[in-house]
């Protein structure tokens, strides 16, 4: 079903959320509340490159699978439509904000097409 977006950059994907989402737990814990926007900021770095080095159409397929994870009423080709309907310029945002669940949707999205 995948036509541009790899494995490889979903698993890589996933891998920056799983330790955003790991240095956050350890922030969160041991941070003084006035700096932790510049920290999440600097943690999120990894996860905001990564999105954004996909090709659009890659960024596509991406949001596809992560709605399809997240139990999308359709087939992966119409959530990939969808994502084409709803694509502007804050989708790396977009992307990069689910990420206390986007690890899980991006797995279960890959389990659910095949990838």
Request: hydrophobic letters at 35%; charged letters at 35%.
């Amino acid at each position: 079903m995948l036509k541009n977006l790899t494995s490889d950059q979903i698993d890589h994907i996933i891998h920056c959320v799983d330790e955003l989402n790991r240095k956050e737990a350890v922030r969160v814990e041991n941070s003084d509340p006035r700096v932790s926007m510049k920290e999440f900021s600097d943690n999120q770095k990894p996860l905001v490159d990564a999105v954004s080095k996909l090709t659009h159409e890659e960024r596509m397929e991406l949001m596809a699978v992560m709605w399809i994870g997240r139990d999308f009423d359709g087939s992966f080709e119409d959530a990939l439509a969808y994502a084409h309907e709803r694509s502007d310029e804050g989708d790396v945002g977009y992307i990069t904000d689910k990420t206390l669940g986007l690890s899980a949707y991006l797995r279960t999205g890959r389990e659910k097409v095949g990838a």
